[in-house]
């Protein structure tokens, strides 16, 4: 899903934005770039020291004269925009955006661009109406203008959850790593060491329980406590059962 959305970057003016909106993608796991009539040489030591080792990304970019060519054969064509215009046009979150993606991608020919304005003059209301919906990062209404690679990390996170969501990161997500879980039978005998140390060291009278050991347990079953952890805390039982005063050391 991730390597048929593409961003598409119109008119853009500054080098190591060009490379901040690289690394952006690649952290995100997005590939395909367009520059619509970069106002700068994309390739410069400025662009790629800010791509920080994503500059493979800023190589293959695709350099275009107009957005027209630039989405061509996307089904899907989205405008970022940091405020609202005249014309009232379909306009949806980054969140929706990204919920939308899996449906939207489902067929396999299918494409996406996600299109950023200039730096100084966002995009034209030529440029937003070739758009099928709009999508504005909430922001400070005060200040709602992120810089052009803030906003690209913004909405790709945003499909990468999606992408998570919808499985197809399933592979890719990585491996928790399973240790056992305590038994039942390895609970109770922790709790019963436990009980019986604490009356050792004088912390707990059975006489006066006030719920202590009901309260311990459901804090620690809460926790859903490995083997390996268990035992750790019951050798730390063991060792302070041997510094209770003139209690012997079985456990
Ligand atoms: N000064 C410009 C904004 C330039 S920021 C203006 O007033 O329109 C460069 C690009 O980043 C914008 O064209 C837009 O594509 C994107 N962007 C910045 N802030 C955004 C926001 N809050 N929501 C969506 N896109 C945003």
Redesign the pocket.
Known sequence: MLDRIRIVLIGTSHPGNIGAVARAMHNMGLADLALVAPRCEPLTSESISRASGADHIVHAARRVETLEEAVADCTLAVG????SRTLPWPMITPRVLGERLPQELSAPEARVALV????????SNAELQRCHAH???P?NPDF???N?AA?VQVLAYECRLAWLAADGGAGEQEEETHQPLASHAELENYFSHLERTLIAIGFHDPAMPRQLMARLRRFTLRARPERMELNILRGILSATEKCAPGKSDES
């Not at 970022?80 to 405020?83: D, I, K």
């Not at 950023?116 to 995009?123: H, M, P, Q, V, Y």
């Open positions: 970022a925009s940091a405020r950023f304005g200039r730096e100084d003059s966002g995009l999508v504005h990062i922001t709602s203008s992120l052009l906003a």
